[in-house]
């Protein structure tokens, strides 16, 4: 018996020892506070010192990961029945299944979601300190289980009231041809690929790199944002259902800036600026694109801007286009008395330094058929690659 004791006096030196190491002095100390009472199926351990010594071993098991606190844990397990530790190392290895917006297969993933949610839960309860009753001792592992737990219980709320309340998936996967899109896009942005034309169209020839700067992380450069531009265009030609557009390139709006209205005069010069319903311009900023609409119909100037930002002068530049415009084609000043100048800040917005561009183009591609906005910033990996496709397809795919 002496001898035993003994053997337990060592063990629970030695956890107390890697525990003070590991953990501190403060977590080496709450081993005090707990009782044999205290724990889940104690087992069959009979002696306080050795159970003490066993809790020890267990919250360094729960808040570290060390491998000697995994090594005493194994050698000192000989001594007892199979405790519920394990199942705590295991389930820190455990992930979460990816989420995604819901869709037509959101009901599987809305079920994986809430298995992993339910096994969550069961872990939580059996290895709480609080429902063990163990006072004043910290657990940031179980404190970050209660935080993923409720975490995950919001975001199935969400999904399924999004699901509910959304019929349409505006940003569907690529299926149907899911193995040849996913071939073409991955090809496109393929960093191989450097020696051949991807594309060819409205008198331009997309290139490899011009293509890999809709690669996540990247600023779409001047030649996609315009190519991008021009099919919103064609569409709007082909089909009466859309608003009659013209897009004007990137370059449209800093010569008018840098030299004014004498430099542009000549762009309209095959189509009648003011028998539109919408002129697209986009905007650069320097290191920043936004987007700028003239709206015929509604006698409105609008600008679009990711990061909430205002242009008055942009407004002001713009009516003395459209003033020297009139005087030079149609002979007369603009009439602005009904004009409105549109700044809009509830729109979607980046929360990036480099998603710009593709929210400019999503704001003329919504623009361009009335519609209203329903992206956001986490659409915009899905987006990028949509865009890929769209290019290489020289054909829209969006949902109406």
């Known amino acids: ?39 889940v199926d104690p087992g069959n351990l009979s002696e306080s010192e050795s159970f003490r010594a066993y809790k020890s071993l267990l919250l360094a098991s729960v808040s570290s990961s060390d491998s000697p606190v995994s090594g005493f844990r194994a050698s000192f397990s000989a001594h007892t029945t199979p405790q519920p530790a394990p199942a705590i190392e295991k389930l820190k290895t455990a992930s979460a299944p990816k989420l995604r917006r819901p869709n037509t297969d959101s009901a599987a993933d809305l079920s994986k979601l809430q298995q992993y949610l339910n096994n969550l839960n069961l872990q939580i309860s059996a290895h709480s300190p609080r429902t063990a009753s163990v006072a004043n001792v910290e657990s940031p592992f179980y404190d970050r289980l209660v935080r993923e737990s409720k975490d995950r219980e919001n975001l199935i709320d969400k999904m399924r009231n999004e699901a509910a ?9 690529l299926t149907d041809e899911a193995d040849r899109m996913a071939s073409i896009v991955n090809e496109a942005l393929n960093p191989r690929n450097r020696n051949s ?6 008198n331009v020839d997309l290139q490899p790199a011009d293509i890999r700067t809709l690669s996540p992380g990247t600023w ?16 709007s030609k082909r089909s009466q259902k859309y608003p009659k557009i013209h897009y004007f390139n990137t370059f449209f709006y800093t010569t008018l800036l840098e030299h004014g209205y004498d430099r542009v005069r000549r762009w309209t010069k095959k189509f009648d600026l003011f028998a539109l319903d919408l002129v697209i311009i986009p905007v650069h900023l320097g290191v920043h694109w936004c987007l700028s609409v003239i709206d015929f ?32 084609k149609r002979k007369k000043p603009m009439d602005f ?64």
Not at 29 to 36: R, S
Not at 220 to 235: A, S
Not at 314 to 328: C, G, H, I, Q, V
Request: glycine share 4%; charged share 25%.
């Open 1 to 39: 018996m002496a001898s035993s004791s003994h053997h337990a006096a060592s063990r629970e030196a030695a956890a107390r020892r890697i525990i003070a190491r590991h953990l501190g002095p403060a977590a080496a100390a709450a081993v005090d506070a707990i009782q044999p009472d205290s724990l």
């Open 297 to 328: 119909r509604n006698k409105r100037i609008e600008y679009f801007d990711a990061m909430k930002g205002n242009n008055p002068r942009l407004f002001a530049l713009y009516r003395e286009y459209l003033n020297a415009e009139s005087l030079d």
């Open 197 to 202: 034309t991807i594309v060819s169209g409205f």
């Open 337 to 400: 008395s009904a004009w409105t100048d549109y700044c809009p800040k509830d729109i979607p917005g980046q929360l990036n330094g480099y998603d710009c561009g593709v929210f400019a183009c999503m704001y003329a591609e919504y623009r361009s058929r009335d519609a209203a906005f329903d992206f956001s910033q986490k659409n915009m990996g899905y987006l990028r690659r949509r865009m890929v496709y769209e290019i290489c397809t020289k054909t829209l795919h969006v949902v109406e």
């Open 165 to 173: 309340l959304a019929p349409k998936d505006p940003f569907p996967k």
């Open 220 to 235: 779409l450069n001047d030649e996609i944002i315009n190519f991008y531009g021009q099919m919103i265009m064609e569409r």
